[in-house]
């Protein structure tokens, strides 16, 4: 967004400011446990919102193994995550984005959730 300040009566001149608004963010409510897979709730936003990005993996800090998805439609509440490995403990997170003349501003990834997948 840029924002332009011009003066007014005795004080002459402008400044013009740029700056980046991320979208507000959202969180998981649930995740359930599948057979090799995951299944990812969360409460839908589409106010300045075009899509989700839902990362996950086995570290619970996100430094190794971390995979991502994305899901397009920000009426879209759930996600199934498939093709994992049974019986491991995957740490899952997301985070909203908005597409404005082909960059992708994000917003801070929400608080990791825990699932242990099914054999």
Known sequence: ATV???GTGNYTGSVKKTF???PKGTAISKVTAGKKQFKAKWKKNTTQT???EIRYSTNKNFSKAVKKTSVTNNK???KTVTGLKG???YYVQIRT???VSGTKYYSDWSKSKTV???K
């Open 4 to 6: 332009t300040i011009k």
């Open 116 to 118: 242990t997948t099914k």
């Open 20 to 22: 980046k608004i991320n």
């Open 97 to 99: 984005y908005k597409t």
């Open 87 to 89: 019986k491991k403990k």
């Open 76 to 78: 879209t509440t759930s």
């Open 50 to 52: 075009t899509g989700y």
